[in-house]
């Protein structure tokens, strides 16, 4: 009979393959063994994620967002395969609201749907907005659903015009200190500086960086002389010797 | 007027430059190749909208680039998009930014297998910039080297359905992903042929989804490598690949087996690492960080271009270029300090 360890490892190796077809019927497979549908998803595809979580403190060389996208996508239709199998009440309670989308006038919604999987997989509560958002719409969204925070993502520089519309609406409706506004996206990586200037608290390279702001956020706030890593492989091409 | 005080040492035109460059020959100076798009458009106070609809305004725009920087190439480029016009999109334009593609019209993988790919020829889209390609022509044939810039097979799909969808029928689907890569093959090189008729000299492929950000070395391997080898023995022009700003250190070994002449790194690729991967196979054009240097004076601008020169330019086939296209919010003048600094070390004697 499969032990839960085995589920584990051949679950990873199979995810890290990017097989998906072979991980639902692994998952199918595992669902007629004695391990607890709960323990499959806690023990064994969460633990998988974490794994892949920390790929991305390897650096860029590491992973792709095919990658990043690939392993979610498994793990969140594998997900779904053990839900029906769950018993009631045995999911665990969600954590902080987010409210997520692209800003209006872009489309690219990789990014998105990556962070989107995440999130979820760590028990947050994801309102998904999509994508071509109007900074109104944020706006709204936070306050119906009563959100801890705000993702917005942007692959154009010129969009980052309409995701300070949101910042400046969060003071206008004072909600900034209720808020964590968090920003991602090209423009953002490669200028780290626009961070403050559309008025958000924090932007995040990849998802292990924003797990830790985020989960680390509750805890400690960050240091003040803290870089984010982009910023430091920038720093570092002008230290070479 | 022109905006550049130096060139009064060049001693070749730049066509010859970038061929020698190219080919590994010597020449007098490093090309310089800031990348520049709707510049014009704020120059002659149009929208970019009204920029892009003729091929007058485009050729117009051109010649302006060229009587204010005297840069070492000439481009045909519009804007990305433009292609997924064809598929029934509708582009986005901003006043401040290049034009976006619109919502994806492409709902299923299947489209690509079960329709014939569109007929450019004919249509309004494709003949302005076959049209703004003979006016380059025109003026500046042997002058200096005409790019024709065009979507990459492998990153179309990824503006007519979707990057997440694209992504997920990679995932999902791997055995369709040939069929679907050789429609949007087919689709390039019939986008390309035209070009080449009309008179361009390169063609530079944009393929930010064929880069390390977004995709591990064996899919690379798997489906972006055939696509360049199968362009180059369709096409009678050589290839540049562009990243548009997408990491490609991780492919730089590998990527001569493209049979591409050149890459653009992204400025997060570190350019050292990068020229001893690239062992002399094909030019680097790299890899100023085109999303800061609006910000950067003068000394910090002299500071970046001295050291990108000095790591780029030993052992020559290198160019020095903007990651990908400027920023509309850069000015004219901030772009004449990049290429008046590079003048001052990009000269080999």
Redesign the interface.
């Known amino acids: 009979m499969m032990k839960i360890q085995e589920f584990k490892d051949t679950f990873y190796s199979i995810a890290l393959k990017?097989k998906?077809?072979e991980a639902l019927s692994f998952v199918e497979e595992a669902l007629e063994s004695d391990i607890p549908p709960q323990k499959l998803i806690t023990e064994g595809i969460a633990e998988t994620l974490k794994q892949f979580q920390s790929f991305t403190d390897e650096g860029?060389?590491a992973v792709?967002?095919?990658?990043l996208?690939?392993i979610g996508?498994?793990a969140e239709d594998s997900i779904e395969l053990i839900k029906p199998h769950l018993e009631k009440g045995t999911n665990a309670e969600k954590k902080d609201v987010i409210v997520l989308g692209t800003i209006e006038?872009?489309?690219?919604?990789?990014g998105k749907?990556i962070l989107k999987l995440f999130l979820e997989m760590n028990d947050f509560q994801v309102i998904d907005l999509g994508l071509?958002v109007p900074p109104k719409e944020f706006i709204k969204a936070i306050q119906e659903n009563n959100a801890n925070y705000v993702f917005i993502s942007t692959m154009?520089?010129?969009?980052i015009?309409g995701i300070k519309r949101v910042g400046d609406l969060l003071k206008q409706k004072n909600l900034k200190e209720k808020v964590k506004f968090f920003v991602g996206g090209?423009?953002f990586n490669?200028?780290y500086?626009l961070v403050e200037k559309v008025g958000a608290d924090e932007s995040a390279e990849n998802v292990t960086e924003l797990m830790n702001k985020l989960i680390g956020s509750k805890k400690e706030k960050p240091k003040e002389n803290e870089k984010p890593s982009?910023f430091k492989?920038?720093l570092r091409?002008?230290r070479?010797k | 007027m022109s905006l550049i005080e130096g060139y009064e040492k060049d001693e070749m035109n730049a066509l010859n430059r970038i061929l020698a460059t190219v080919t590994g020959k010597e020449t007098d100076r490093i090309p310089i190749f800031p990348m520049i798009d709707a510049l014009p458009a704020h120059i002659f106070d149009i929208s970019t909208e009204k920029y892009y609809s003729s091929a007058e305004n485009v050729v117009k725009g051109q010649k302006k680039l060229q009587e204010l920087f005297n840069l070492d190439y000439i481009s045909n480029f519009y804007y990305l998009a433009i292609e997924t016009e064809l598929f029934g999109m509708n582009s986005l334009f901003f006043e401040n930014g290049s034009p976006n593609a619109g919502k994806p019209s492409v709902q299923d993988i299947d489209f690509f297998l079960e329709n014939e790919i569109p007929q450019v020829q004919g249509t309004e889209v494709y003949q302005k910039t076959i049209q703004t390609t003979k006016g380059l022509v025109e003026e500046y044939k042997g002058k200096k080297p005409i790019l024709s810039v065009q979507a990459a097979p492998f990153s179309l799909p990824s503006m007519l359905m979707g990057s997440s969808e694209w992504f997920e029928a990679l995932l999902m689907y791997p055995d369709k992903i040939t069929e679907v890569l050789k429609f949007t093959t087919d689709f390039a090189e019939q986008w390309a042929q035209g070009h080449i008729e009309a008179g361009a000299d390169v063609i530079v492929v944009v393929d930010g989804v064929g880069t390390a950000t977004s995709i591990p070395k064996e899919v690379f391997q798997q489906f972006v490598i055939p696509i360049y080898q199968d362009l180059n023995e369709r096409l009678n022009a050589p290839i540049v690949f562009y990243t548009a700003g997408g990491d490609m250190l991780p492919f730089a070994e590998i990527l001569p087996e493209t049979g591409t002449i050149g890459v653009f790194p992204s400025g997060n690729d570190d350019l050292e690492t990068f020229k001893k991967k690239a062992a002399g196979e094909y030019t680097i054009f790299g890899n100023i960080n085109n999303l800061e240097m609006g910000d950067w004076p003068h000394d910090f601008m002299e500071k970046v271009v001295k050291q990108t020169i000095e790591v780029g330019k030993p052992g020559g086939k290198f160019v020095l270029a903007t990651q990908h296209m400027i920023p509309h919010g850069v000015t004219k003048e901030k772009i004449a300090d990049f290429i008046n600094t590079a003048l001052k070390y990009a000269y080999y004697h």
Do not use: C, V
């Open positions: 990017r998906y077809n860029y060389e792709s967002a095919f990658q996208l690939a996508k498994i006038s872009d489309f690219h919604a990789l749907n071509d154009m520089l010129h969009n015009l090209a423009p490669y200028n500086g982009r492989k920038i091409f002008f070479r």
